[in-house]
């Protein structure tokens, strides 16, 4: 009879161990869909009719522009892949998960390999303040969520939407800044040389 036990119990940890991995699975193959369906709705058309090179008639400051650009739609894209990673208070990685300084941080530093401040006010400081209506994917946009300025910041992704690590109990998401509870706290928007 033990051995029938036995035999019983290891069949229902292989089964839940699949099952394990299998969820997993599935909660990774549905990050990748979502990032790939978003890619297609992030406005690339102001890199449509650009070359990949520079011609070599073009300026050293032409150059870094379309430098800039080209890594600002990078940490866009970038922002994307995590959507669904878990909030965490003070989190800075994917494994872990984010709050919402510790996702740009992470981002940031994986595209250009240069760190930023530690949180949201920190990263407020540094960079160029743009106006909203010359947002381009790839700015910082700040919020005020806990009743002081710049607390909260999210990656800017064009069509007056943003990525972020919302909250406890939420996952790193997609929003719109026109809704009343985002234009209502919004603070500025930085624009970093990356």
Known sequence: ?????????????????????LVDYIAAMRRTCITLALLLLLPLSARADE?????PFASASTAASNSMFGHAQEVALRAL?????????????????????????YVFNQVTG???????????????SIDRTELQPGDLVFF???????SHVGIYLGESRF????????????????????????????????
Request: hydrophobic share 30%; aromatic share 10%.
């Open 1 to 21: 009879m033990p051995q029938v036990y036995a035999a019983q119990r290891h069949r229902h940890l292989k089964f839940v161990l699949y099952n394990h991995v």
């Open 51 to 55: 070359s990949s090179e520079i011609p």
């Open 81 to 105: 892949s995590f959507i669904g990673v878990r909030y965490k208070w003070g989190g800075t990685s994917p494994d872990t998960g984010f709050d919402c300084s510790g996702l740009i941080r």
């Open 114 to 128: 240069k760190s930023l401040p530690g949180n949201a006010r920190e990263i407020s400081q540094v960079g160029e």
């Open 144 to 150: 005020n969520t806990l009743r002081r300025p710049f």
């Open 163 to 194: 990525v972020h690590a919302p909250s406890r109990g939420g996952k790193v998401e997609i929003v719109d800044m026109t809704d009343r509870y985002w234009q209502t706290r919004y603070n500025g928007a930085r624009r970093l040389a990356i």
